[in-house]
């Protein structure tokens, strides 16, 4: 039988509960805000390095000094030196304008030609439908860094043609991902209501699908970009990139690995600073996929 006091003790147990939980879910908010802004101010720390390196060093990252060269991180080399006695930190600073630059020319390549592609194939629809869609399946059934490595061999070696590599391997994500908003939003009222004016149909496609279709293509490209990133620095790892004494990042693995015995952060430090990087990347297009979701959402209980 249950006592007065069990009766007492049970009904601050659960009025206890939501208030807990509501601590747990502050602290979770807290913690995921912190990680966005941390993400975000990473991100903006790299694309300064990309766009004024000497506010950040006054090194050059390509003259070395014989009598410094493998030294560890210190004060006078915040990521030590390289074999050759260049600073490790003024080549990562000066190499965020070749990484980024090329994970640039990736995305917007993919972006574009992928995002015409998947307009066209979801409006017009039919054959044309089915030649690009067939098409984005043959290229998703191939692993990316093949593709890569395959269209690299027939346009040469450089960064550039890395990442116009990496960008037509990512073309086929886009595609499909454009093609599958542009199937919703083609029949919206507002775009039955454009037809029966008489409004032409590339006026339509343009001014009124493609508005409407891009936000989830962005929030992929954001991803993309992280991706590209990687891409860019593991095929130049390989050799693809940008040849010696480019400061490019994946490049700065490569030479450092045969000296990873005795020189650990010749690699270490260009690894974790390729992984902070996409990891904000990829945190910060969460965070813009949440709020598009959120967004969509709203409208629709409106």
């Not at 930190?89 to 993919?110: D, M």
Request: charged content about 15%; proline content about 4%.
């Amino acid at each position: 039988m249950s006592t007065a006091l069990d009766v007492v003790v049970g009904e601050a147990a659960v009025d206890s509960r939501p208030p807990r939980r509501r601590r747990t879910g502050v602290a979770g908010r807290v913690f995921s805000a912190s990680m966005l802004s941390a993400s975000i101010a990473i991100v903006a720390l790299v694309v300064l390095w990309a766009l004024v390196p000497s506010l950040f060093t006054d090194q050059d990252p390509l003259l070395g000094v014989g009598a410094e060269k493998l030294q560890p991180p210190s004060g006078a080399h915040w990521f030590g030196t390289d074999q050759v006695g260049r600073d490790l930190f003024a080549r990562i600073v000066y190499g965020a304008s070749l990484s980024l630059t090329g994970a640039v020319i990736a995305v917007v390549l993919a972006l574009v030609v992928g995002s015409l592609l998947g307009l066209l194939a979801g409006f017009v629809g039919g054959r044309t439908d089915d030649i690009i869609m067939r098409g984005a399946d043959v290229m998703l059934s191939i692993p990316s860094i093949l593709l890569s490595m395959a269209i690299i061999t027939v346009l040469g070696r450089g960064v550039v043609v890395v990442a116009v590599a990496v960008g037509i391997a990512s073309i086929a994500s886009i595609a499909r991902t454009m093609r599958s908003e542009v199937l919703k939003v083609r029949v919206a009222d507002y775009t039955d209501a454009a037809r029966a004016a008489g409004v032409r149909w590339w006026t339509i496609m343009f001014a009124h699908v493609l508005p409407n279709a891009r936000g989830p293509v962005v929030v992929l490209a954001t991803i993309e970009f992280g991706t590209a990133l990687l891409a860019i620095a593991g095929l130049s790892f390989l050799g693809y990139g940008e040849p010696a004494p480019a400061p490019e990042w994946g490049a700065l693995i490569s030479t450092g690995r045969d000296y990873m015995a005795t020189s650990w952060w010749l690699i270490t430090i260009p690894g974790l600073v390729i992984v902070a990087v996409v990891l904000s990347l990829n945190r910060v297009s969460h965070a813009l996929q949440d709020r598009k979701s959120f967004t969509f959402r709203g409208r629709k209980r409106k």
